[in-house]
């Protein structure tokens, strides 16, 4: 499903549909690159993906209409963390498969605080173009508005997309079909979208497509059977055991030790990929938090925020380099520096996600009830 919609024009038809209706608002260009880069990252599960669908066409039209490079690129490379953390997540699949964690309610506790960091991320937006960037403002007031159709003429091409995904959440936690069922059928149906808006129903087309999904399905069906196996031998070694205890034993105070394992995970983010950190730390960290009476939902929340944010910081921020493919004229410090305002909201979100654990909990319990021994 992602894979197709990845494969399609849907992230430039987000993008212009969501600029020429946020024309008129301060920064609504760079707003309108965080929601395009939010609905995309629904669709399509994956990071790298959003940040080169959305950073293709929104940086080069940042860039003309007066925005500097930092917050054209940043705003791509920061927006498209946001695949990580809303449903439906690469990395909340291998988190839940690692851990043994119910994969529709992590789904589920990451939607709110999802939405909340992109509105965190176009609040940074509203501020820099009021207070800072006064040349963009400046060209906004210049710029021709669009008119009213062609304001409503991309739309046919966005709602049947969006609607996707609410028919497809709606028959998983609905209780309509399983989650095998909803994304076959929600599969089928992109390919359906793709095929009657975009004419993209050539066999080669269509082959690139399933090749793609089918090495990414294969690269995560191998993680996650290595995570079992990982799990198992630390757990039969009583590895996890004696490091939780260990860990309980060093302070008295469990938010110094949530403090510690926050640290611990920035520092692997900045030299591992998501997916790894979750593989050889989920199964260790995690029953460090249940024993100090942590909610293991909101901890596998704050756990993927600290993995978006090693998505943006080197050496290894995979996003800063897509952004650098897409931009070779601007240097890998200029975007690093248009990216490092995100980090603090991500930064900024945790700590709202400490003081109000609601956000992430009150989803998943509304919906499908508390879990059994929380």
Known sequence: MGMAVANSPAGKDLYTGLDRWLWRVPGGLVISNIGACSIFAA??????????????????????????????????????????????????IVYGM????????????????????????????????????????????????????EKFEVLPRIFPFLAIIVGVLYVLYGGVATPSEASGVGAFLVFVMIAVVYKIYQPKKIWNIVKVSMKES?????????????????????????????????????????????????????????????????????????????????FAIVFTINMEIGLITPPVGLNLYIIKGITPDVSLSTILRGSFPFMMMMVLSIFILCVFPEIVTWLPDKLMGKPLGY
């Open 98 to 149: 690692a851990t043994g964690t119910s994969i529709g309610r992590l789904f589920l506790a990451g939607i709110v605080p999802g939405f909340m960091l992109a509105s965190l991320f176009a609040v940074w937006a509203l501020i820099h173009s009021y207070f800072i960037d006064k040349n963009a403002a400046k060209l906004l007031r210049n710029r021709k508005p669009p008119t009213l159709r």
């Open 218 to 298: 294969v690269m995560i069906m191998f993680i996650i059977a290595a995570s079992y196996l990982f799990a198992f031998t630390l757990s039969q070694l009583y590895v996890t055991q004696s490091l939780a205890q260990s860990m309980i034993e060093l302070s008295s105070n469990k938010w110094l030790i949530f403090l510690m394992v926050n640290v611990f995970l920035l520092i692997a983010g900045f030299f591992l990929p998501p997916v790894a950190v979750i593989v050889m730390t989920s199964a260790i960290l995690l029953p460090v938090i249940t024993t100090l009476g942590f909610d293991p939902y909101w």
């Open 43 to 92: 669709l399509s599960g994956s990071s790298p993906a959003t940040c080169a669908a959305i950073g293709t066409m929104g940086i080069p039209e940042m860039r003309k209409r007066g925005y500097s490079d930092q917050i054209a690129t940043g705003t791509i490379a920061a927006g498209g963390t946001l695949g990580v953390l809303i449903p439906p997540s690469i990395v909340l």
